[in-house]
């Protein structure tokens, strides 16, 4: 009898907006597979229809971001979690394959957590809900200051969080995402993102390669 195949690692890219963690992630992931590792690249709020459904209310819809309670917006954030991690994630890392994942429970904690000010306990405690309980082999937290995020976010797609919120909003999203590496660093590593594309791929690398490769 054939053995189940190894479980897969599951690593995650977190930052704040313009931090350039959805092409980081792309990177990594390209990586991965030129060392002959099968992976799956995903990212949130989507990767699944129900989750792009969610991505497209909440960040994209005037009609419905423009008036979002932070409750509800923690909710819908959740819910797409949910069957992300139940349909996507989860099989993956069952069949063998790695998983690469920009955004995860960790932006819902910095965001409608810190930022929004929902309470930190309930907010967990829905994260957890919504995931499992499946915390990242490994999270990447890529690091901007605020000014440095904005200025390139503005040359891509609007999103609320861009017209509707200010710079003191930002600051406390990064803040929440450093408190939250220095309070788990088994967990989190933290690489800086104000230079080079190239410069932060590297950084990666070299992150990820003990975790998947085991050296």
């Keep these: 009898m054939s053995e189940p195949p190894r479980r897969g690692r599951f ?3 977190e930052g704040p907006d313009g931090s350039g963690k959805t092409t980081a992630a792309r990177h990594l992931a390209e990586w991965l597979r030129s060392r002959g590792e099968s992976v799956v690249l995903t990212g949130e709020p989507g990767g699944t229809p129900l989750g792009d459904e969610v991505r497209r209310l909440v960040l994209h819809e005037r009609s419905v971001s423009d008036d979002l309670d932070p409750r509800a917006d ?3 954030f959740a819910a797409a979690r949910a069957q992300h991690t139940a349909r996507v994630i989860q099989p993956a890392l069952e069949r063998g394959e790695h998983v690469v994942c920009a955004r995860y429970l960790d932006s819902s904690l910095a965001y409608q957590g810190a930022a929004y000010g929902i309470d930190a306990d309930a907010i967990r405690t829905l994260q957890r809900f919504a995931t ?3 915390l990242p082999d490994l999270t990447i937290l890529i690091d ?5 995020g904005l200025g390139r976010k503005r040359h891509g797609e609007w ?3 861009e017209d509707a919120e200010g710079v003191a909003f930002f600051e406390k999203v990064r803040k929440a995402y450093l408190d939250l590496a220095a309070a788990e660093p088994e967990r989190y590593r933290v690489v800086a993102g104000s ?4 410069d932060a791929d590297a950084l990666i690398r070299d ?3 003990p975790v998947v490769f085991g050296r």
């Design 11 to 13: 690593i995650t890219l």
């Design 74 to 76: 923690a909710l819908l």
């Design 132 to 134: 499992y309980d499946l």
């Design 144 to 148: 901007v200051p605020v000014e440095v």
């Design 159 to 161: 999103n609320r969080f």
């Design 195 to 198: 230079g080079s594309v190239a």
């Design 207 to 209: 992150l990820v390669e």
